[in-house]
C-alpha cells in the first residue's frame, strides 16, 4: 500500500489546502526572524530575566526582580524578559531606570499578556519558538526568578540546549532558594538517581539570593573572556 494509500479519504481531500496554508506561513515566520534578528543583534551584552506574570507590585519578588535588573543595567548589560507584566514588568522597570537598554520580547496571547511600559526596545512575537530562540541567542547569562509554566519552560530550555551542547554555556542563576528547594531536590533524588540526567548536569544552574552576587556571579563567569561568543561558540548559535 502506498503512502497516498494509507490516508483516510476525508482527511486527504483536506489536505491540500491546509498544505497549502501551512507553506505560506512559512515565510511569516521567516519574517519574525529576520526583524527580530535585525533589530536585536546589537543588543550586547544582554541578561535574560524570566518570572511570573502574576506578580502584583507589592510583592517581594517584584522589588528583588527590579533590583537585580537595575544592578544589571549600571553594570553595562542589557535586561531582556518577555515585555508583560509581574516580574516581566519589574525587570524591564528596573533596567529602564538604569543605564542599559531595557527589552521587552512580547508576544500574542489571548490572556494575561499585555506589554509594560519600560522598554526602550520592544519586539513583538506571533510564535513561541521564535521568541524563544532570540531569549537563548541574545543572552550571556539567565536570571529566573519564581514563575510558572512558562518559567519552568524557558528554565529548561535553557539547561537542555546547555548540557546538548547546543548553546554555548552561560550562567543560569535561579533568584530566591527557598522558591526552587524543591524542585532541585527532585532532579538529585529522581532524575539523577534513576540515571536520568548525570549528576553533573546539577551544576549548570546555580542558586543565588542577593542581587549584587546575581551580578559578581556573571562576571565571574566571563572574568577570563569577553562577553562576545568565541567563533566556535558563535558557530554553535547559528545552528540552535
Same mark, same amino acid.
Given at each position: 500500500?502506498?503512502?497516498?494509500?494509507? +490516508?483516510? *479519504? /476525508?482527511?486527504?481531500?483536506?489536505?491540500?489546502?491546509?498544505?497549502?496554508?501551512?507553506?505560506?506561513?512559512?515565510?511569516? &515566520?521567516? *519574517?519574525?526572524?529576520?526583524?527580530?534578528?535585525?533589530?536585536?543583534?546589537?543588543?550586547?551584552?544582554?541578561?535574560?530575566?524570566?518570572?511570573?506574570?502574576?506578580i502584583a507590585p507589592d510583592h517581594p519578588y517584584y522589588a528583588l526582580a527590579e533590583r537585580i535588573a537595575r544592578l544589571l543595567s549600571? *553594570?553595562?548589560?542589557?535586561?531582556?524578559?518577555?515585555?508583560?507584566?509581574?516580574?516581566?514588568?519589574?525587570?524591564? /522597570?528596573?533596567?529602564?531606570?538604569?543605564?542599559?537598554?531595557?527589552?521587552?520580547?512580547?508576544?500574542?496571547?489571548?490572556?494575561?499578556?499585555?506589554?509594560?511600559?519600560?522598554?526602550?526596545?520592544?519586539?513583538?512575537?506571533?510564535?513561541?519558538?521564535?521568541?524563544?530562540?532570540?531569549?537563548?541567542?541574545?543572552?550571556?547569562?539567565?536570571?529566573?526568578?519564581?514563575?510558572?509554566?512558562?518559567?519552568?519552560?524557558?528554565?529548561?530550555?535553557?539547561?537542555?540546549?546547555?548540557?546538548?551542547? /547546543?548553546?554555548?554555556?552561560?550562567? &543560569?542563576?535561579?533568584?530566591h532558594g527557598p522558591f526552587w528547594r524543591g524542585l532541585l531536590d527532585w532532579f538529585s533524588t529522581r532524575l539523577v538517581e534513576e540515571?536520568? +540526567?548525570?549528576?553533573?548536569?546539577?551544576?549548570?544552574?546555580?542558586?543565588?539570593?542577593?542581587?549584587?552576587?546575581?551580578?559578581?556571579?556573571?562576571? /565571574?563567569?566571563?572574568?577570563?573572556?569577553?562577553?562576545?561568543?568565541?567563533?566556535?561558540?558563535?558557530?554553535?548559535?547559528?545552528?540552535?
Amino acid at each position: 500500500m502506498s503512502e497516498k494509500e494509507k +490516508i483516510p *479519504a /476525508k482527511v486527504a481531500a483536506a489536505m491540500p489546502h491546509y498544505n497549502g496554508r501551512e507553506s505560506w506561513r512559512v515565510f511569516g &515566520i521567516m *519574517a519574525e526572524f529576520v526583524e527580530a534578528t535585525e533589530r536585536l543583534n546589537a543588543i550586547r551584552p544582554a541578561v535574560s530575566i524570566f518570572g511570573s506574570a502574576r506578580i502584583a507590585p507589592d510583592h517581594p519578588y517584584y522589588a528583588l526582580a527590579e533590583r537585580i535588573a537595575r544592578l544589571l543595567s549600571d *553594570a553595562g548589560f542589557a535586561v531582556i524578559s518577555g515585555g508583560g507584566p509581574g516580574i516581566m514588568e519589574a525587570a524591564n /522597570k528596573g533596567a529602564f531606570q538604569g543605564k542599559s537598554p531595557s527589552v521587552g520580547l512580547n508576544i500574542q496571547l489571548p490572556l494575561e499578556q499585555k506589554s509594560n511600559a519600560y522598554q526602550d526596545i520592544s519586539q513583538t512575537f506571533q510564535h513561541f519558538f521564535a521568541r524563544k530562540f532570540m531569549f537563548v541567542k541574545c543572552a550571556s547569562a539567565y536570571v529566573v526568578m519564581p514563575g510558572g509554566f512558562g518559567t519552568l519552560d524557558e528554565l529548561l530550555e535553557a539547561m537542555t540546549l546547555v548540557q546538548t551542547k /547546543k548553546s554555548r554555556q552561560i550562567p &543560569i542563576i535561579l533568584v530566591h532558594g527557598p522558591f526552587w528547594r524543591g524542585l532541585l531536590d527532585w532532579f538529585s533524588t529522581r532524575l539523577v538517581e534513576e540515571k536520568m +540526567i548525570d549528576r553533573a548536569d546539577l551544576d549548570l544552574v546555580q542558586v543565588i539570593d542577593e542581587p549584587e552576587a546575581v551580578v559578581e556571579a556573571i562576571f /565571574k563567569h566571563y572574568e577570563t573572556r569577553g562577553f562576545t561568543p568565541l567563533p566556535e561558540e558563535h558557530e554553535i548559535m547559528l545552528n540552535l
